[in-house]
């Protein structure tokens, strides 16, 4: 079994926050796979998907139906354990989910890469450079803490909605 | 895997209940026994009463018990079993979450098609817990499978 209850993983801790409904305030994700494979072979530790509308009950729903517009959105989560987080290795990432995104025509997704390594200066300098706003980028460190951040309003919502640092265990977003 | 929904019992006794303590009102009032203080000990009595009814009604209709090997499961709600099948049948599972938030485990053929929900919500289970466990009885039936083809090809 891959969920240890005294430790449990940190892809574990933050799906079980997406499943209580955490992106609520973003998305309605739906439906969470773990160790999925793409077409290509890649395998994501987590892969969800979901809309932007959310169902709700009577005046919510109602909200959603008439306001909110109901985008295809997705989230990939990446494990490397004990490897380090790779330039080539990121880049090569984020190709196969734009183009994930562009065959299920989604509107935005959000990759977050976990490792127990530190993040590398010239990982957490792509990352935080990182504009386009199809895809929100974060990689995290589970050994330090440390929470990497796109610059881009998807990659921010990664903190402030998904409350990344949170099954991280630790307190606050330390932006490099 | 099960769990006794108290939601649901309580809605099918609620009506008995209430029925039950009518009646038992009228047969007080019929022996002459309302005046007397050992009518709320009657009455009371129309709990059990109700609540035996709504949970007979609630196991026969309502309840959902999984039960599952390594090979195969099945889905009975109340008396009828509403799905059965082997985990060879299926390729990928995933948590659903339903319009009420509540998450079930689905279960596909193949990627956005055919698939089968299973109500896991109504049973005691963690989700990721029982996804792992039947992710791994997907990956050992897929391997089961190919492996004879590659002993015949070496």
């Known amino acids: 079994m891959r969920a240890v209850e005294e430790d449990p993983l940190p892809v574990d801790a933050f799906e079980r926050g997406l499943i209580r409904g955490r992106a609520r305030w973003i998305a309605d994700l739906t439906e969470f796979f773990r160790d999925y494979r793409t077409d290509d072979g890649t395998i994501f530790s987590l892969y969800a998907r979901g809309r932007t509308r959310n169902s709700g009950f009577l005046i919510s729903r109602f909200f959603a139906w008439t306001v909110l517009p109901n985008y295809s959105v997705a989230l990939f989560c990446v494990d490397e354990e004990d490897r380090i987080i790779g330039l080539e290795t990121l880049r090569n990432r984020i190709d196969q989910i734009t183009r994930i995104s562009k065959d299920n025509e989604l509107q935005w997704a959000w990759l977050i890469v976990f490792s127990r390594k530190n993040i590398q200066p010239s990982i957490a300098s792509y990352v935080s450079r990182y504009d386009k706003r199809e895809l929100g980028l974060a990689v995290a460190s589970t050994s330090s803490k440390q929470i990497v951040l796109s610059n881009n309003q998807i990659g921010k919502s990664i903190e402030k909605h998904l409350r990344l640092s949170k099954s991280l265990g630790g307190e606050e977003t330390r932006n490099v | ?154």
Do not use: C
Request: overall charge positive; hydrophobic content about 40%.
């Open chain 2, 1 to 154: 895997m099960t769990k006794t929904q108290v939601s649901v019992v309580v809605s099918y006794s609620m009506p008995f209940v209430l029925l039950s303590a009518i009646v038992i009102n009228n047969l007080l009032q019929a022996y002459g026994l309302s005046g007397t203080p050992s009518r709320l000990v009657f009455l009371s009595t129309a709990f059990p009463i109700g609540f035996s009814i709504g949970r007979a009604i609630y196991l026969r209709w309502s309840h959902t018990l999984i039960a599952f090997d390594s090979q195969s499961f099945s889905v009975v709600k109340g008396s009828k079993e509403i799905a059965t099948g082997f985990w060879r049948s299926y390729r990928f599972v995933s948590i659903i979450i339903d319009r009420y938030g509540r998450p079930n485990l689905r279960l596909y053929k193949s990627i956005d098609g055919d698939h089968l929900d299973l109500p896991i919500s109504r049973t005691n289970v963690r989700p990721q817990k029982i996804r792992d466990r039947v992710q791994g009885f997907l990956e050992t039936e897929k391997s089961q499978r190919v492996s004879p083809r590659a002993v015949e090809a070496a």
